[in-house]
């Protein structure tokens, strides 16, 4: 059973940076697309990043610029940098994998937790 653990979260201040993990075990992770989700209270769960198995990158708007996602498939694992952080992306951040017709591969995870202040 494929697991996935998010972490790499914490609080910082506004225009600082973090960089988050997230690594798979149980799945054949060197084929897969992966991405990064948030979400904060009150909200729908918003698509930040996803990265091809070959390494194509795509970036939702509001992040675009500012956040790079990544990946090392010798470590089942997923990045995403986090630069000029600014209170409107604090949220819970998960890992996927999004597959066709806008569902996901894997269960979720715990997400991790992060908090901008200004």
């Known amino acids: 059973q494929v697991r996935l653990v998010e972490s790499g979260g914490g609080l910082v201040q506004a225009g600082g940076s973090l960089r988050l993990s997230c690594q798979a075990s149980?799945?054949?992770?060197?084929?897969?697309?992966m991405g990064w989700y948030r979400q904060a209270p009150g909200n729908q769960r918003e698509e930040v990043a996803t990265i091809s198995s070959g390494g194509t990158a795509n970036y939702g708007d509001s992040v675009k610029g500012r956040f790079t996602i990544s990946r090392d498939n010798a470590k089942n694992t997923v990045y995403l940098q986090m630069n000029s952080l600014k209170p409107e992306d604090a949220a819970n951040y998960y890992c996927?994998?999004?597959?066709?017709?806008?569902?996901?591969?894997?269960?979720w995870g715990q997400g991790t937790q992060v908090t901008v202040s200004s």
């Open positions: 149980g799945s054949i992770f060197r084929l897969t697309t």
């Open positions: 996927n994998s999004p597959v066709v017709g806008g569902y996901y591969r894997y269960a």
